[in-house]
């Protein structure tokens, strides 16, 4: 699948400068040696791709802090590409030992070998935590929760690969031993109460949970800013723009249209991001209608936040099942 980045920018604070991150890509990419060395349709690719980034460069990600072999397949960068770091969760976990500084070039990726690739200064915030989401694999689509800890000796596990796997009856799985969840809203959070607290984080008037996840937050952007990160994104949200407005204003501290901070120091994020997917590629579908009033939200609070310097769309793609209106997780082939 396709990465695209959009950005809409305005001058950098202090430095003039004028950043466009441009277009990029996600997975696996043939036609890069272990030595990131593109050759082939790939090289040209690449070129082609280049001319979109005000670096001369191509953005990468991959839901993780390093480029790595994932499902056997490696992830090959060459030194035109810019690898964007995802901190996938709410909690800081691991960030400190595992984000990599900021601009470093030839730094290890996860399985400890030098990779090419140019380390971005965005760090892109969590994944999804707007909906609940769904366990991936054999239970895509079925399994939309995990288990409670009273159904822990019967909760049945997903399997990343496979087909036909069955949740209990309400929709709870064992997610975490053998698959894992297409996003953070699908997981539970210490210091909130509901057993999937995040995609109705605003409307559930538990004060202690949004402290809980605006202090995680932020111990994470403190750990980034450190390591010389000079740009933050909002979470990236699966389809509620809404929910990246209100997590600017609380991590910067707007009120009334005047915010507090408009700075990665403080958590303050620079980009809205998000992710669009179409269930058919006809525009008489109404699909792109989404996409176009997914930007246009974006440039409301552009206008009323300058800071806001543009969007990350870092997940663009088709679905294959039927369309749904409420939390964009389908059972393939469905």
């Not at 496979?162 to 698959?179: E, I, V, Y």
Request: with cysteine; proline share 7%; glycine share 12%.
């Amino acid at each position: 699948a396709a990465l695209v980045v959009e950005t809409r920018e305005h001058a950098a604070t202090g430095g003039g400068e004028n950043l466009q991150w441009g277009c990029g890509l996600v997975g696996l990419l043939p036609g890069i040696n272990s030595s990131g060395v593109a050759t082939g349709d790939t090289r040209r690719l690449i070129d082609g791709i280049k001319s979109s980034s005000s670096l001369r460069k191509v953005n990468y990600w991959n839901w993780d802090f390093a480029p790595r072999i994932t499902d056997g397949q490696p992830q090959y960068l060459s030194e035109d590409f810019v690898f964007m770091p995802n901190s996938w969760g709410i909690p800081p976990g691991s960030v400190s030992q595992q984000l990599r500084p900021a601009g470093a070039v030839g730094f290890l990726d996860g399985d400890g070998q030098p990779c090419p690739a140019e380390m971005a200064t965005v760090l892109l915030g969590p994944n999804e935590p707007d909906i609940s989401g769904s366990c991936m694999g054999d239970m895509m689509g079925r399994c939309t929760a995990p288990c409670t800890t009273e159904e822990a000796d019967h909760c049945p596990a997903a399997h990343l690969h496979g087909a036909g796997g069955r949740p209990l009856d309400n929709g709870h799985c064992n997610c975490w031993q053998f698959s894992h969840a297409t996003g953070c809203g699908f997981w539970p959070l210490e210091g909130c109460s509901r057993l999937q607290p995040l995609p109705t984080l605003w409307e559930d008037a538990e004060p202690s949970c949004v402290s809980a996840v605006m202090a995680a937050w932020k111990n994470t952007t403190r750990t980034a800013v450190q390591k010389g990160y000079q740009y933050l994104s909002t979470p990236l949200v699966a389809e509620d723009i809404g929910y990246a407005r209100k997590w600017i204003e609380l991590a910067c501290g707007c009120s009334e249209g005047r915010c507090a901070c408009q700075e990665a120091s403080c958590g303050c994020p620079a980009y809205v991001g998000f992710h669009f997917y179409g269930y058919d590629c006809q525009p008489e579908q109404g699909d792109y209608d989404t996409l176009q009033q997914r930007l246009d939200a974006v440039a409301r609070i552009m206008e009323d936040y300058p800071f806001v310097k543009g969007a990350i769309i870092n997940e663009v793609g088709m679905l294959n099942c039927a369309p749904v209106d409420e939390n964009p997780i389908c059972v393939p082939d469905g």
